[in-house]
């Protein structure tokens, strides 16, 4: 790999079924920086319980790469497609991998989120995701940041203090009206 891999873009791979981890590895190994962003998840069978890490993106994980050089991407097994708009690949923004980086580093109670995000557009001040954007919704009477890969239109939900959340400006998160901190709207409540 050449020495400037950071300045990379990040881009979303799509992998087959089940072949996550591998893909993962066999970018580590050939010196990417990938990251397979997981989910700690309880699973029960007749005889035992036992906690388990799955993709938080099933079929998906991200890879800094050279996208004029991507082939030796491609041809790992496992990988099906670098994802794009149309049949131009397109780069995840550097801000939301870093967001999803923190939450799962984070620790904290998280989820996949799969309603339409309508909520407060916030920045955290403190605590373990300072610096982290996303939407304050509130959910079964708990706050919860949700946080977006807009190009996998995919969300995750982690569970937050709201006194931490700070509402950005119309211009900081153009895409969503701004609220006062009072008017954090319950999931599935529609926005006046």
Known sequence: ???????????????????????????RGQGYDEFLPFLRVTRTWSDRTKQLEEPLFPGYLFCRLNFEERLPVMKIPGVV???????????????????????????????????TVAGTPVE?????????????????????LIVSVTILRRNVAVEIDASTARPLSQSAYPTLRPRTPLAIPRAGEQRS
């Open 124 to 144: 955290i001040e403190a605590g373990p995701l300072a610096g982290v954007r996303g939407t304050l919704v509130e959910f079964k009477s708990q706050h919860r």
């Open 1 to 27: 790999m050449e020495p400037n891999v950071d300045l990379w873009p990040w881009f979303a791979i799509h992998v087959r079924s089940k072949q996550e981890w591998i893909v993962s590895h066999a970018l």
């Open 81 to 115: 497609s670098i994802v794009g708009c149309g049949n131009a690949p397109f780069p995840v923004s550097q801000r939301e991998v870093e967001a999803i980086q923190t939450v799962v580093r984070s620790g904290l109670p998280l989820s996949r989120w799969s309603d």
